[in-house]
């Protein structure tokens, strides 16, 4: 666990964060050729050959009243986003995976945002349907369990990205927000497995 935190310091380093989230940006992914994609993607590859970041599976039902398991996107990247409508940080990320999602769904990208929210579980539930609708967010989203969540130890904070292979194996893990060029690389090495 101690080296995809390093991984990510460095790459948050790389982008220059300032300890502040920046506002969300309208554009999409960057091009693949890209030069600092390409840098990023080689560090993320080296750090996806050492990690071993654990294990974690989910069995819930989506914010639309459907089973959702982890089991159901077998043979995809998949992109486990934790986080809550309450926390900044977390919507400043949503534009990035939507962009993710529109540019690497057909290519075997799955996204799923598990929420922590507050108040009746009725009341949870409909704060992420009506998110979800403002935000335009075209994946699917549940609410997470403590069950679930206490899987990842130590739990650090909102916003979790879990980032898994096409075997459904937990190849990464990273805390906090984090910039479209990061998310990008760490998707890109995966897919290129």
Known sequence: MRRVLGICCLLMSFVGCD?????????????????????LKKEVTKALKSEDPGEFDFELTDV???????????????????WGTWCPP??????????????????????????????????QAQSVRDYKSRAGIPYRCAIITDKVLNQISPFEGFPTTLFFD????????????????????????????
């Open 166 to 193: 096409r075997k459904g194996k937990l190849r990464l893990k990273v805390v906090g927000y984090n910039d479209m060029i990061v998310l990008q690389a760490m998707v890109e090495a995966l897919l290129d497995e």
């Open 64 to 82: 639309s009243g459907e089973p959702i398991r982890k089991s159901d996107f077998e043979g995809k990247v998949l992109i486990v986003d934790i």
């Open 19 to 39: 300890g502040a989230a920046p506002l969300p940006t309208s554009g999409g992914c960057l091009s693949p050729t890209d030069p600092d994609l390409k840098m």
């Open 90 to 123: 977390c919507r400043n990320e949503i534009p990035h995976f939507k962009a993710l999602h529109e540019t690497y769904g057909s290519k075997g990208l799955a996204i799923v945002g598990l929420n922590s929210e507050r108040g009746p579980p009725d009341a």
